[in-house]
């Protein structure tokens, strides 16, 4: 059973910044792709960002292209999002996300506020 666990969410100022966590059970490899999506109060998850461990390729949302960054460190199996210059509409529980051939998994999510 796959396991993915978030971690770095918080409350941070309008213009801050956050790195967030994604920490699996097994070797990112193994996905055909991983990334984070976010979902908002009283709106559709949506995907943030995302990139295909086996290449270098990213996928950005246009909403925080230039602001938010993703990577990764193979070694700890883990998925970082790097987030600047934060705001309002950014608050969101954020969710990790990985798919393989046949299922996807999900983090429990970790929550970002972003007070004005």
């Known amino acids: 059973q796959v396991q993915l666990v978030e971690s770095g969410g918080g409350l941070v100022q309008f213009g801050g910044s956050l790195r967030l966590s994604c920490a699996a059970s097994q070797n990112i490899f193994n996905f055909n792709r991983m990334g984070w999506y976010r979902q908002a109060p009283g709106k559709q998850r949506e995907l943030v960002a995302v990139f295909t461990p086996r290449s270098t390729s990213t996928n950005y949302a246009d909403s925080v292209k230039g602001r938010f960054t993703i990577s990764r460190d193979n070694a700890k199996y883990t998925v970082y999002l790097q987030m600047n210059n934060l705001k309002s509409e950014d608050t969101a529980v954020y969710y990790c996300?990985?798919?393989?051939?046949?299922?996807?998994?999900w983090g429990q999510g970790t929550q970002v506020t972003v007070s004005s």
């Open positions: 996300n990985a798919q393989a051939s046949l299922r996807e998994y």
